[in-house]
């Protein structure tokens, strides 16, 4: 299982909504998130930044690489697209973070 990290960005004054969509989070978006193999996912929020922090586990064989073709997760892609910078296809715009510390 291998741990990845990537930041996104929330437009200003999404803050109380995202949190709460994120909340209330759908169950069958918790499912497929799982059966894709990832595990322990956080998103953090920079207030000051506005700037999302995201962190999880991914077992090996994963199925990461294939949810963007999941008609659940483009729906929520849809539905947090009002909130966050986005692709054209509706997707998070998410840099990728590489680790340069850990401590176990």
Known sequence: ?????????LKPGNE???????????PELSALLKDAG???YSIFLDPHSLTLFGVLRRADGHGMDRLPEHPIMQRWWAYMADLM???PDQSPVVRPLPCV????
Not at 1 to 9: H, P, T, V
Not at 16 to 24: G, I, L, N, S
């Open 1 to 9: 299982m291998d741990k990845i990290a990537f930041a996104m960005q």
């Open 16 to 26: 109380v909504e995202y949190q709460r969509r994120h909340d209330a989070i759908w």
């Open 38 to 40: 990832i595990a322990d």
């Open 85 to 87: 910078e986005t692709n």
């Open 101 to 104: 510390f850990h401590l176990d």
